[in-house]
């Protein structure tokens, strides 16, 4: 396979899914600010934008509104850490290697990104974004229905999973007990799909048990432990078709972090969830490197210079 | 008699406290307000909240217009709720027990033993925390000056909690504006509290119990609330089928062989519960568990027998059985009712049927109600005939102006609809926890008084604002990211959280190869 068909490989895995993430903690985020107003909502916007990397420098007193945290957060498509700018991103990724997919992926992801350019009402968010996360999954239905199970797909699922496993780490990172002592810890596993799978295993919904159950939960999909596992799981797969040298980095990296998590306490301090999340964040950040330093073309473009 | 408006006092002005949603609304305007009505109705629909009429799903219609509820008139109902609940367990367990109030002659003994609700099979059952109404909910209206008064008691299967919390998300979703600086108590502990009574209500002994929400199934007008609060708890929710009673102990069918069950939270009538003490026919129910109740194997909530306690030809005597077991004076007055049963109170009703609400004792759904004031001559002909037939069946009561409240109605416009209130509450042993919220029913039909979803009612968001007392003040900035645990302080945190590196994909394409790629597709298009 092609570096390059690869690499977009990669990059549509890790931008489908901050799209879908990052659509679904809006979703929930911009509602709890809208019911529950006993917080500033400057305060709960800022905690939000500052888990995105979104925080604007010096926003003006006032500024920070719930509609703001939809305008900010929705973005735009040149900047690939909003909602517009991953869907861009991985429709203009998906437009490289169009040939490569199966038919209808990229036309799928097309369709999304130009219904996108229309905007989001930041009054009514809600139901627009819904319709997003409804067409994200069509795109992911149409990998998993279509694609060949080669060593694209191989790289396709390890970028959702360190996407993921970066987004996780980044949701965790809101003190939603803090700031809305009645819903936040409901907020925070909405916002990570996972309140009904949380409430069939546990009973007492506290944001550390919360916590606890984002990172360690062995069958929910987006714990920090089922996408580690998921992630080691890709790299050993695409150990069967590279050499096992261009992989060991990146084993060892996702490896540990599986590790730790499957191991950890069985009643680990909010300390203990702390490290593990932070460990999860840098794991996704290093794994990421070694993938394109192992795979992918080095140093762009060489241009010729006079 | 002008009734009651929720927003606008007698000379026309806005209530204090409603002052924004009134902006709010005006500043959407109606256009904007229909826009909005389909884009709820589409999401209502889409997401599946329904309640089933006639065999039909439809969306359970949701007023855009929330009704608020002060903080010091919240007080009232909050408590009012509770002392009736709290009357009404002790009631429950002196019928189906030692029969004081009976003996004294508080109440008549042939008005109990005469309910359709009262089950000699329940006597004797003794709930393992006392608790027999785990979960009410109690109809309340607001009279035209403006008294909020209990119309009827639901300690049976009291239905309707699942669009209370569904209301709230749903009108965040579609009109998030009118949430502007309101401070509104917040609903979703519901389920929680519930599981947590539930627990509690467990057979003495059981270390970690096991409780379910048994449905009558999917056809069932409130399965789409079985299935919610199922989820919602984290629980299963189980058919008659599933379950078994074996040696005295409930089961269920499960992969691994079968496992007890210990607590069922039911939303089965009594009738239908048990087909080896009630009806035979039944198909819904599991064989044996009455008994298995009995014999503190297993808890059934809400109780069976309840319903001589909601029995509307018992109501009248609610605000007695308040003053005689809690020594109390009711807080909440009821509404003005004659007991047909009653020679005197029949004589004085029939001639004036046509000033009067005539209800069936053990109805409910708004089934069977004769309004008088719209109802035509045979109508009422009918219902007198119907009464001296079988008087203790029915009751009377003055029609009540009920309260009314601004509505979207056709093309948008704002106009009075009449509402009433229906608190929930939940009733764990230790205390009565009445929800901050409630649902409020509106008449959709102008100037009419029957406000079930089954009558072409439809509901309201209900808004309880927080008092000031209950308020949180705002954080200071410094004390956000507050985590547990020595090894952060909140400002690694916060440095960490900016420090964070997003992984983004190198611009592969620079400027140049973009400009080049650009310029070979020109040409390509061009004559070679």
């Known amino acids: 396979m092609l570096s390059r068909i690869a690499e977009a490989m990669f990059w549509i895995g890790r931008y489908v899914e901050r799209a879908e993430a990052t659509t679904r903690m809006l979703i929930e985020h911009h509602q709890l600010l809208v019911e529950d107003t006993r917080l500033d909502p400057a305060v709960g916007v800022e905690a939000m934008l500052q888990a995105l990397s979104l925080m604007p420098a010096d926003p003006e007193p006032g500024a920070l509104t719930p509609a703001a945290l939809i305008q900010i957060v929705v973005g735009e498509s040149a900047d690939p850490k909003t909602v517009l700018g991953s869907v861009a991103a991985a429709r203009e990724n998906a437009r490289t290697i169009r040939e490569a997919l199966p038919i209808g992926m990229f036309e799928r992801m097309n369709a999304t990104h130009l219904r996108m350019q229309a905007g989001i009402s930041t009054t009514i968010p809600g139901i627009p974004l819904s319709g997003l996360l409804d067409e994200l999954s069509v795109v992911v239905g149409i990998i998993d229905w279509q694609m060949p199970r080669d060593e694209g797909l191989v790289f396709l699922r390890l970028g959702a999973a360190l996407e993921r496993l970066d987004m996780t780490s980044r949701l965790l990172a809101i003190d939603h007990e803090g700031l809305w002592p009645q819903v936040g810890a409901v907020t925070a596993l909405r916002a990570a799909g996972g309140f009904n799978p949380f409430l069939r295993t546990q009973r007492a919904l506290t944001g550390e048990q919360v916590h606890a159950f984002l990172l360690l939960d062995p069958t929910f999909p987006r714990s920090t432990l089922q996408t580690a596992i998921r992630a080691e799981r890709a790299v050993r797969q695409m150990g069967t078709y590279v050499s096992a040298q261009q992989t060991s980095t990146l084993l060892r990296t996702v490896g540990i972090l599986r590790a730790e998590l499957e191991f950890a306490s069985v009643n680990p301090t909010p300390a203990d969830l702390e490290l593990l999340s932070a460990r999860a964040s840098e794991a996704a950040f290093v794994a990421s490197d070694a993938v394109a330093g192992a795979f992918f073309r080095q140093a762009g473009t060489i241009v010729w210079s006079h | ?528």
């Open chain 2, 1 to 528: 008699m002008r009734p009651w408006d929720e927003m606008y006092d007698a000379s026309g002005h806005v209530r204090p406290g409603r002052k924004r949603l009134a902006t709010a609304l005006d500043t959407l305007g109606p256009d904007e307000l229909l826009a909005r009505a389909r884009l709820r109705d589409a999401h209502l629909s889409a997401q599946g909240i329904t309640f089933t009429l006639s065999g039909r799903e439809r969306p359970l219609p949701m007023d855009l217009v929330p009704r608020i509820v002060d903080p010091n008139e919240w007080q009232v109902i909050e408590a009012g709720v509770a002392q009736r609940i709290r009357a009404l367990e002790m009631f429950l367990a002196d019928v189906y027990g030692a029969g004081e109030i009976l003996r004294d002659q508080v109440i008549p003994r042939r008005l109990i033993t005469s309910s359709a609700h009262f089950h000699r099979q329940a006597h004797g059952i003794r709930p393992a925390n006392g608790v027999r109404i785990h979960v009410a909910g109690v109809d309340l209206v607001r009279d035209h000056e403006g008294t909020f008064r209990v119309l009827e008691d639901n300690l049976r299967n009291p239905s309707g909690v699942s669009y209370v919390l569904e209301n709230r998300r749903t009108l965040s979703h579609v009109v998030p504006e009118v949430f502007t600086g309101h401070r509104l108590r917040s609903v979703e502990e519901y389920p929680a509290r519930l599981l947590s009574a539930l627990l509690a209500a467990a057979p003495l002994g059981v270390a970690d119990p096991t409780v379910v929400v048994l449905t009558p199934g999917v056809h069932n007008s409130a399965h789409f609330e079985h299935a919610f609060l199922a989820r919602r708890m984290g629980v299963e929710l189980v058919e008659g089928r599933d379950l078994f009673c074996r040696d005295g102990v409930v089961r269920m069918r499960t992969i691994r062989g079968s496992e007890p069950v210990h607590v069922i939270y039911r939303r089965i009538d009594d009738d239908y519960l048990d087909p080896v003490l009630f009806r035979p026919d039944s198909v819904l129910g599991v064989p044996g568990v009455v008994n298995a109740a009995r014999a503190g194997a297993v808890t059934i909530a809400n109780g069976v027998g309840n319903g001589v306690a909601d029995d509307k030809a018992v109501y009248p005597y609610v605000p007695t059985i308040v003053r005689y077991y809690l020594g109390e004076e009711p807080l909440l007055p009821n509404v003005e009712t004659y007991n047909l049963s009653d020679p005197d109170q029949r004589a004085y009703v029939l001639p004036r049927l046509d000033q009067m609400v005539v209800k069936p004792v053990d109805g409910s759904g708004g089934y069977g109600i004769v309004m008088g004031s719209q109802a035509s001559d045979s109508e009422l002909a009918t219902a007198a005939e119907t009464i001296q037939a079988d008087p203790r069946g029915w009751i009377a009561q003055p029609i009540v102006a009920l309260s009314t409240s601004p509505t979207v109605v056709e093309g948008g416009r704002l106009a009075p609809r009449h509402l009433d209130l229906r608190p929930f509450a939940v009733n764990d042993g230790e205390k009565i926890w009445v929800m901050p919220g409630g649902l409020t029913r509106v008449a959709l039909v102008e100037g009419s008084l029957v406000v079930n979803s089954s009558q072409g009612g439809g509901s309201k968001d209900t808004w309880v604002l927080g008092s000031d007392g209950d308020e949180l003040p705002p954080l200071a900035p410094e004390l956000v990211v507050d985590v547990e645990g020595p090894t952060f302080s909140a400002a690694q945190i916060r440095s960490a959280n900016e420090a964070r590196a997003r992984v983004d994909q190198p611009t592969f394409h620079s400027e140049r190869v973009r400009q080049q790629e650009m310029q070979q597709q020109q040409s390509g298009v061009g004559p070679c």
